[in-house]
């Protein structure tokens, strides 16, 4: 009988003892749930910062991306100046061409009334030389007919003078 209460009283003391272990186990196995959920928080802390570390590049890069896509527009926007002022030059040109092309309309214009007006001055110096040599040859064809009226004149002198030597040939005679 007391072999059999030493034995249970051991086996109660490994009982406890055992139930004891047990409960220092648990509290390991707890310490270690604990560690392991402290390690998780501190690795998806860590995967958080990866994320935001992430999110910030990502951002950068957009950031980047954004002021490249600006300095596009800006220099899209300066090329477009460009072509509008190049644009601008040409239609100046052509004012310019037009302008040019008035002027020698203007100058055509003036050398064909040049031409008519040297036309019409030769014109009017021929007609004015024409009647000029009119006037000239009516001079002396007046001339011409004083000429001949003088020397008809003359001949009837001649023919007086003739006349009257006659006569006085006559009267000699007589005498």
Do not use: F, N, W, Y
Request: proline share 0%.
């Amino acid at each position: 009988m007391m072999i059999a209460k030493k034995k249970k009283k051991k086996t109660l003391l490994q009982g406890l003892d055992e139930r004891e272990k047990e409960r220092e186990r648990e509290k390991k196995r707890e310490s270690e749930r604990v560690r392991e959920r402290e390690r998780e928080r501190e690795r998806e802390r860590e995967r958080e910062r990866e994320r935001e570390r992430e999110r910030e590049r990502e951002r950068e890069k957009e950031r980047e991306r954004e002021k490249q896509r600006e300095s596009e527009r800006v220099r899209e926007r300066e090329r477009e100046r460009e072509r509008e002022r190049e644009r601008e030059r040409e239609r100046e040109r052509e004012r310019e061409r037009e302008r040019e092309r008035e002027r020698e309309r203007e100058r055509e214009r003036e050398r064909e009334r040049e031409r008519e007006h040297k036309i019409k001055r030769e014109k009017d110096h021929k007609r004015k030389r024409e009647r000029e040599r009119k006037r000239e040859r009516e001079r002396e064809r007046v001339r011409e007919r004083e000429r001949e009226r003088e020397r008809e004149r003359e001949r009837e002198r001649m023919d007086e003078r003739e006349r009257e030597r006659e006569h006085k040939r006559k009267q000699r005679e007589r005498a």
